[in-house]
């Protein structure tokens, strides 16, 4: 199995090391041919406008939409939550994603990056230990369609529930970074529930 973690911005060396210590064969793409020759697809964290545009300039944005669109496993963390979203609040003017998720995003829900933080989620599918998470000028999530799962939420200072991790399908989104901490639960969750498992299915 291949999967390809878009290298067009963000923290694509830490996620090739977290895949590849799930034992897979995990490598940076940002050419339509890597792109084609991928089984799943990681879009890191980052700045999803950049990733966005670059993915414009480079004549990728539409190979990679597509292929989601036909059921290629994605994980989006960060910015790749933002950009599996159908629907973003707070977008700049014109901004794009590639979609495949029904669910509305709000872009730096958290706040700026000053206001970055960590803190232990119960995450559905992974036992415990609860899951160190790393929010960094991080998304959440404010609603969710009938398709959407949702794996891990936080509380904020109002008491209000908000789900940071969820699962639609083939697609994955966490709104926090995952690879930074050296706990490869979240990857093992997707290579073997999603990745795997489509695999298996198709003989």
Known sequence: MKIG?????GDVREHIQSLSDCGVDARAVKTKSEIEEISALVIPGGESTTIAKLARSFDLFDLIQSRIKSGMPTYGSCAGMILLS?????AIE????????DMVVRRNA???QVDSFET???FKGITDPAIRAVF????????????VEVLAEVIDESGTKHPVAV???NLLATSFHPELTGDN??????????CRQLASSKG
């Open 185 to 194: 639960r979240v990857h093992k969750f997707f290579v073997e529930n999603i």
């Open 86 to 90: 159908d629907n973003v609040k707070d």
């Open 5 to 9: 973690v878009l290298a067009l911005q």
């Open 94 to 101: 014109g901004q794009e994603t590639f979609g495949g998720i």
């Open 136 to 147: 960094i000028r991080a998304p959440w999530v404010e609603s969710v369609g009938s398709s």
């Open 120 to 122: 232990d989620l119960k």
């Open 167 to 169: 699962r639609s399908g």
């Open 110 to 112: 958290f706040g700026r």
